[in-house]
């Protein structure tokens, strides 16, 4: 898998990332998901995402948190001299482990919060603060999987949304019955079906072949 930014700088990130969350909460008494959506909004999201040097290693956290306000119109709202901590909330814990979760599965912070949002990521803290990082991405892994499952894959909309059952869809595109069950469930990586098959489901269901596939376009 390929990263925007070296491992070298992830430790870096996760502090920085943990010190911003703490201090538009604790020193800023902004909601969590509020402060998450300023994230997304503002672009900074998008800019680490990308591997951006400004945000990577060219800011300090409360400066990272402040670029934020600035972008979203807040600036001047907020005195970062006003605020000091020397505990480890579950705030700058949930920033933290947000940071090394989504350079490891490399999901837009976007994506991660269409499937959990912020404040249940603080809700995590206990225990899961004291368990190996790895404990964490298990754990979200889970969540974001049981989801997909409940929402349906893009294929399984699709499919219902054009009035057909498995077996016409099936008998149409020419795919196996039991492989297109399997695609819907998420049993099998559509993403890795041959470009005909994925053409073949397309063209039957009127729509692009990016449309059927499983993927994280970002914002």
């Known amino acids: 898998m390929i990263h925007a930014y ?4 992830l430790p870096g990130m996760m502090k ?3 010190f911003a969350f703490d201090f538009a909460v604790n020193g800023c008494r902004l909601l969590t998901d509020s402060f ?4 997304i909004v503002s672009k900074v999201a998008k800019a680490i995402e990308s591997g951006s040097p400004l945000f990577v290693c060219g800011c300090s956290g409360t400066e990272l948190a402040l670029s934020i306000f600035e972008r979203v119109g807040l600036s001047g709202q ?4 006003s605020f000091c901590s020397f505990d480890r909330s579950p ?3 949930a920033g933290w ?16 919060r269409e499937y959990v949002p912020f404040s249940q990521i603080v809700g995590m803290y206990n225990p899961l603060h004291e368990a190996p990082k790895e404990k964490f991405l298990d754990v979200m892994d889970k969540i974001i999987q049981e989801k997909k499952s409940r929402d349906g894959t893009n294929l399984q909309r699709l499919r219902k949304s054009s009035g057909l059952t498995q077996k016409e869809l099936s008998e149409l595109a020419c795919v196996n019955l039991r492989t297109l069950q399997q695609y819907e469930i998420g049993a099998k990586d559509i993403n890795k079906a041959s470009g005909k098959t994925i053409n073949s489901l397309a063209r039957v269901l009127r729509c692009n072949f990016y449309d059927i596939m499983e993927l994280d376009l970002g914002d």
């Open 36 to 39: 998450y959506d300023f994230f």
């Open 91 to 93: 705030e700058y814990w």
């Open 78 to 81: 907020f005195d970062e001299k």
């Open 6 to 9: 070296d491992k070298f700088y």
């Open 16 to 18: 920085k990332m943990g």
């Open 97 to 112: 482990i947000l940071a090394y979760y989504q350079w490891e599965t490399n999901l837009s912070f976007s994506k991660i």
